[in-house]
């Protein structure tokens, strides 16, 4: 039991019932039940605040998104994928036009909200391997993985018009939010994460 073998149990006969060492043995192997279920406990306790700790390293506190360090990985691992195997993706690059006027105007709190509404409306328009992710501020960006150049232009244009036509409500004022997209390939051509990143960022500038 002192080495960790929660397992160990001592033999104990009927017929020493009652004899002191056959309680001392019951006792014991009593003690070691409880020590099981307290030590199973205590694990189930550790692997869940450690898998909380990585989901929050990982993904943004606000949106639920991924966050940029979280991106920048996943985006690392396209890239070699497409150096490697000749695989195809597209980064998308999305600049809020209208957040600072919702800052300004209604506060942080209204901000806030915005954004949390803005990662859902985004959310549910993007495939389940793709990667969402908020990277600072009013900027997010979106992986598109196995998907052509045309096919990235067609899921940002859906995504622009979806953004377009969404209003955001905050007590009596009602805005209307639009949104700048970059897009760039990322194949074997394709330098690196920061080169990626800073090429997305640029087209979206030219896009705004």
Do not use: P
């Not at 998104?65 to 993706?89: D, K």
């Not at 995504?159 to 007590?171: I, N």
Request: charged share 25%.
């Amino acid at each position: 039991i002192t080495k960790g073998d929660l397992e160990t149990r001592l033999e104990v006969s009927a017929d020493d019932a009652g004899d002191e060492v056959e309680k001392i043995g019951r006792h014991i192997n009593t003690m070691a039940v409880s020590l099981k279920a307290a030590h199973e406990n205590l694990q189930e306790k550790i692997d869940s605040a450690t898998e909380v700790i990585s989901y929050q390293a990982s993904h943004d506190t606000l949106t639920g998104l991924v966050n940029r360090r979280e991106f920048e990985v996943r985006l690392e691992r396209a890239l070699n994928s497409a150096r490697e195997q000749g695989r195809t993706h597209a980064l998308c690059f999305i600049d809020l036009d209208q957040f600072k006027i919702v800052n300004d105007t209604c506060g942080h709190n209204a901000g806030d909200e915005l954004l949390r509404q803005i990662a859902l409306q985004l959310r549910q328009k993007v495939r389940e391997g793709d990667t969402l992710a908020r990277i600072g501020g009013d900027e997010f960006t979106l992986l598109l993985e196995n998907c052509s150049l045309e096919d990235a232009f067609q899921v940002a244009t859906q995504l622009r018009e979806t953004l377009q036509a969404f209003r955001f409500v905050w007590q009596d004022k009602v805005f209307a939010i639009a949104a700048s997209i970059g897009l760039v390939a990322i194949n074997k051509a394709s330098e690196s994460v920061v080169a990626l990143l800073s090429q997305a960022d640029a087209a979206c500038y030219t896009a705004k």
